[in-house]
Every structure is written in structure tokens, then in C-alpha cells.
């Protein structure tokens, strides 16, 4: 490690803006993961396609269509509880139905994933899909004058919306009457059928919030890197699967805590060993083997239905 | 016969048909895609050996990778010749098997799965982060040093072979201890274990198999296509093994077959048919993909069995009538002259059991607990000491002490919710006593596992039937008599004359039980389709079979009509005059009052009460519990 590095106050700061917007897209991509796992005790392993294809319907409002940012925005973000949706009526639900186990369920969710990815792949070849500079400035700013810690248009547009999403889930969860339903499914289906619950209507608001994520997370990110691509989806994938399981699987402040954790220890490893890039990509791995065989409830627990 | 179950029986085969026409006409075509066929059918069945068990692995592409590159790097950079260095890479793949299997086995479902995951994708990092040896992330080809002619080095023949040969591994396999306990894991694991079945050991054995094979079929691929890159081993590879399992089933070894055969085959011969008229799919490059993942979707939801399935019968006699034929015809013919012997045995004549025996042992009675002797006889067989169990902090069982002498019967009664089951499932290792002591002949077992308790000679029936239900009667008996059959997977593998002997002799033990249970009809059927009396009888037989010092019935006769339960009334009372120790759970009074030597009475979770049934049936505290008072 290069310790004079370490003394630099710039380049500290540096690290942990750049750290932090990559947690908060690894949080914002990680809680419809886990929101879906908690309520619905589903692996979906399309999270990570659905999220690809938002960042490609963003780049067709935005570059193709020429739209403005904001609807460019809002086109990745219905794009995902679009996808989400049809992922619960296709491959989802009927399993529900049937009173397959959660193996089931995740194995029909590898599935999802493979066409979706396939099917991006043959629309869109594997050339990969850049913004106009029109859409997003893509020169920094800088806090601090020039020489100071450097910040992109991408990165402010991150900070800002993952802490409108986080706020918006929690609020949305906790506080009004469709965010108690969906609690009461994640504890029992069953009771809150005989409660009069919409069981099948809840679940789908619940694919339409998780889809949204995914689409948030897949536009955000491909504002940041602008590199779209159809196999982006497997970069993400596994750092979704070990942020949920370091942060506790189905927990939602898990998810928040694991991503930035993830997203902190991955930019300054990068940033401060020798050799970091090159071992970036292994982090998540090992974070994720180590948590499942020494702690695999997480840091926050997982979700109490699943401990039993 | 109709035609519907005709049609029902060709279907099968035509899937069958299909299937090898689509290859042949795959590998007619262009024989270079013999190779990629049979690989991919050997990534499949390393696929198959653990989904099996029902464990979803996604570790094959990891091991694949490991096998390719050992091999490559052993044969081109070291030199080795090929026939070294392709079992040298198969080695490496055990080996690391070992070391990840077993902490990696501890996680449940949806979790091994994503720990198999992450593995696969530590090794594809750990390839690019060697360029030295691996190629790095640009793979091993021409300009890293690994020359295309030196590293095409394999036969599609010695790889048909090698296919063979882990397919017969299957095969022989399938009627054995080994296979019996497989698929006991898959369907009950819970039953298995208190039948003395190592979960974990057949667990790792399947991982390590999966391992080795899934290297070998790695090691092919390299010696075949001759060049690598780390995209051949990514999560796409993973998904596409784990396809062609599913599609074909997990049922059976020839299920992962047909999957790949198919998956192989048709994505190949839809390009070459359709040619270009498809325009969007690029060079229908991605059309395995989206057959793959459609085919994982499909079965999933509407075939979940996959196609072998549609054998499910066929599948299941056939194992059954290879079995019989192992312990052979006049193996049958005794049996039956055994019948008459043991049912002359119920009518308590001892004269009736002079017949012919020979070298059929124990086949003509039911098999005598294993005693205990050396000057323990008159200390208790089993002591609960101070025992308490509580779920979150509901106290289902407290500060239980009783004995249990040899030879006894015991009742074990009590109002619903008084404890009863949580007292049998402590007993036989399901979970911990949350306090207190169980000990089996002065010694403590309360911390062993479920399969250390059975081999102590703890058998059990469960109140909610706990069979495997797709397998056949005569299996489940069988699975019962695990711990007693000495063979190993190798021995089955290999038939040798042991394994044959054995397992005709563990047949006949079955056959032998079931036959004393009037249940040898039965024997064939699947286990799942019988009534539910009837059920409850084969989990009786099935423990049986374990020999038990100890036997406990979990409400036996729940379900059972009256003249059913009077029957098991006499069968629980041979049992003992054949000097069984046994603790009956039991609601029918009659039943209870009848055949056991001593009662004890719980009631939320508490002992009330313990004594011989008369005097129980007059105590105050149990009149109290059952009946109420005010």
C-alpha cells in the first residue's frame, strides 16, 4: 500500500465521493433485489437483465428518440416494472401456484435471465451503445477549485436520486397502507389472504417497485460508465448477490449498508493497493463466500420467516 | 388397453427417438460436432449428480475450467502426455472439490446455489489474474503460448468412452446402497437421516463426483477445440449445463442425456434448416440461449419431473425388475415358503417356524432386535434426564425424566400439543434438547447427528407420513436396512460378488418384512400411491428393517380403521414377545392399554403421570388433563 497516499486529504476525498455514488448504485440495484427475496422468498436472478435493458430503453429515449434527461430517465424506470411484471405473470406466479419450492422459482428466474440476455444480444449485437454528449455534460466539476476533488454531472445525478429512492422505499414501507400489505404478504400469504388482502395485486406492486430499482440502477449506471452493453447485466449480478447477503438476505437497510460498504472497500482498494484493478472484480466474490460460511444471516440478519 | 395409456407408453420412446435422430443427423452433418455433443452430455451428467440430491450447483463451469486449463497447461507447457494430463486435471478438480464441498454443502438451497455461483466466477477472476500460466483474459491460443496442433490431442472415440463409462457408473449405481440413499436424500432428507443415511457423506460424495466429471468433460473440451478463453467457463456455461439437466430430469441418470442431446442438437439444426431467414437473431448465435433458457422456464412450470419423467413407471419397474433379478428366483421361492412360517408364527406356535431356513437368513421371521448383553440387562435401554425443549420460548417439552427398559413396551401418551413428537424427535437427534440429558445405555447422545442415533439402533415412524414416496415399497424397506448393508459406491460400481451377494440378501430382508406385514403385493408400487393405511404399515416394515433396540411409533394407527388397529395391536405384541423395546405415541386407548407394559403422561410438555395402564387409567392429574375439570 502506498502510504503517502494515505496522507493526501484530496485524494482521500476523491475515493470516498467516487465510493460512495458507486455504493449508492450498488444499494439502489440491490434493494429490489432483496425487497423481492423478503416479501416473495424469490432468488430472481433476471434482477440483473431487467437492469440491462433499462439502461438500453434509456439509451433509446435518449440518444435514439432524443428526448430530454428526465424522460430518459422515467423510460428505464417504467421499462424495469414493465419487465418486472411480466417476469412475476411468466415466470413466477404459475410456480406460485403450484406450490413449487423457492429452487423452482430461482431456476425459472436463470432461465428469464438467459432469454432476456439473448434477446438483447440479437437486437442489439455486442457493439457497445454511448450517450450523445447532449444528454449529460460529461465534463467533471471540481469542489475546491481546479486540482480539487473532482465530481461528474452522472455522479451528483446518483447522489441525489439513490437518497430520493432510499427515502421514497422507506417512506413507502413503513408509513402508508400498501407498504403494510406487503409486509403482511412477507410475513404470511396465507394470513393475509384470509385478511382480505389483494395477494395477487400486492405482488405486483411489488415487481413494479423492484423493476423500478433495477431501472434506476440500470440508467444510473450507464449514465456513469456510458458503456452499454448487453453482458453489462453480469457485472452487476454477483455484487447485487453479495451486497443482499452481506447486508442480510430480504433485510432493506441491508441492502442500503452492503452496498456501500461494497462500493467503498472496491474504489479504495482500487485506489490504494498496488495491482487494485485487477483485483477489483474478485472483492465481491470473496465478500460473498466469506459472509455465507462465516455469517450467513449477514451483517443485519437476514429476514426472521427465513431463519427458521 | 386403450389408447390413451398406449400412448402414454410410446411417448418415451418417441422423445428418445427424437432425440438420437436429432444427433445423428447433427453429427452426420458435420462430424466435428460429435465432439461438442459428448462433451456437453458429460457436462450434464456432472450436472445431474448433484441435482439429483436436489442440490442446485452452479460450480460445474469452476470445475470445467480447472480441468481445461490443468490439462492444457500440463500437456503443452509441461509436456505431459495427454492420458496423463487429462486424469491429472480430473484429480485437481476432486481436490478442490474437497476443499470448497464441504463448508460450501453446510448452506441450504438458494444459497449453495449462489455460493457455487461465486465460485465459478472466483475462478474465471483467478484466470484472468494468471496471464503467465492461463493465457490471461485473452485466453490460451497461438500467441500465449499454447500451439492449437499440441493441445488437439483427443478422439471423439476415447470421449465416447469415457461417456460410457461415468453413464454405466450411473447405471450400476442406481439399485445399489449408494443409489438407494441418493434418492432417499432427494425426497425425504429428514427420513433418510433417522434411517442412518450420512446426509453429508452422500452430500460431498455427489459434489465430488459432479467435480470430477464436470473436469473431465472440461479437459475434453480443451483437447478438442484446442484453444480456451475464460467467456467458455462463465455464468452462461453454468446455466446451459444446469439446461440440459433440467430439461431431461433429474430423476434419472438418462434424463441429463437426453437434455443435452436435445439443447445440442436443435439450435443447430434450426440454423442449418432455416438458414437465414431469421434475420434478427444475428447468425442465431444466441438461439442455444434462448432454447436453454426457455426449456429451464417450460420444464420448470409445466414438467418438473423434465422428459424423463414421462418414464417415471417404467423408470421405477425396470430398477425394481433389475433388482429382483439380483437376488434371483429361488431367492422368490423361499420368501414364499417363509410366509407360511411367519403367519404360523402369529397364531403363537412355535412348531410352525421348523421349515426349511437354509441360508436365508432371518427371512422366515422378523429380525430380532440386536441385544444387549454384558450385565446391562436390567439397566434402562434409553433415560431422559431433566430433558426440555423450547421453540422461541414456548416450552414444548419440560424437565421430562423417564426410563426405558429392554424388552418393554411403553406408552406414551397425552392431550394434543402436550409434547409427545418433540419428545421422539429429541430422541432421535432431529434437533438438541434445549436442557437435560438422554442417555442410551449410560452413554450421552443428545448432541449426535439424526444418523448416529439410527446406527445406534433408534428406528422411528413418523406421525405425518415421512416415506419416499416415488420410490417403491420394497426401496423404502430396503433404505431401511442401510446401515446394514456393508457394501461401498466402488463395490457397486464395480458389481462385485459382495455387492451382488448383499444386496440380494438385503432384498430378501425387505421382501421378508414385507411379506410379514401381508404387504408383499405391494412391493413394487410406488410408496406414494399406496392408502394411507397402508402407508403407515410400509413406514413400520421400513423401520423394521433398521433392526432397532428401539423402535418408536409415532401414532401408528392414526387413520387406521378398527379392525386394522386390532391387527396392529397383535403385530406390536409379537414384536415384543420377540423382545423388541418399543415406544409407542398413541390416541387409541384401546390400543394403548393393551399391548403397552407401562404408560407415561404428558401434558403440556410436563410429566403427569407414569405406572402400569391400570393404575394410570384411574390417576387423578390424567382424568384432569383429558378430561377437564373444574
Redesign the interface.
Known sequence: MDLSLLADPVFLAQNLVDGISRGALYAVYALGFTLIFGVLDI?NLAHAATFMWCAFAGWLAMAALGLPLPLGLAAAVVAGAAIAVLLEL??FR??RR?G?????S???S??????L???A???F?SQTRRFPDKVLDPRPLFIGGAGGVRISRAQILILVSSVLLMAALGFFIRRTRMGTAIRAIAASQKASRLLGIDVGGVVIVTFIIAGALAGAAGILVALLTNDIVPGMG?QI??RG??VV?LGGMGNIEGAVLGGFILGLVETFVIAYLPGGS??K??IA??I??FI??VK?DGLLGRKSADRA | MSAVPLRRQALPWIVVAAVALADLLLVLRNPADADRLLINVILALSAFATLHLRLLSLANAGFMAIGAYTSAILSVKLGLPVALSIPAAVLACGAVAMVIGLPVLKLKDVYLAIATLGFGEIVRVLIILLPGLTGGPTGANLSTGFPYAAMRATSTWVIAAALLFIAYLFWSLGPSKTGRAFRAIRENPQAAATMGINITGYKSLAFLLSALIAGLGGAFFAHSVGSLDNGDFNFTRAVNILGYAVLGGSGAWFGPILGAGLLTALPILIRDSLGASIGFLHNFAQLPNILTGASLMLVIIFMPGGLASTFALGAGAGAGARAGAGAGPDAGAENRSGAGASRAAVRGSPAGRGGDRRDVPEADEIPPPDTVSEGLADCCLLALDGVSRSFGGVEALSDVSLEIREGGVYGLIGPNGAGKTTLMNLVTGLFPPTSGRILWRGREIQAKAPHRIARLGISRTYQNIQLFSEMSTLENVTAGHHIHIGTSPFSSWMRLPRERREEASAQREATAILERLGMEELAARPAGTLSYGDQRRVEIARALALHPRLLLLDEPAAGMNETETERLGLFIGELKRHGYTILVVEHHMDLVMSVCDEIVVLNFGRKIAQGAPSVVSRDEAVLEAYLGRE
Do not use: H
Open positions: 432468488i411468466v415466470a404459475p410456480l403450484a413449487a419450492d423457492r429452487l423452482s430461482m431456476i425459472s436463470i432461465g428469464a435471465s438467459l432469454i440476455v439473448s434477446v444480444e440479437a437486437v449485437g453480469g449480478e454477483l448477490l453479495a447477503i485487477d483485483i472484480d474478485a466474490f470473496l460473498l463466500f455465507l460460511l450467513p
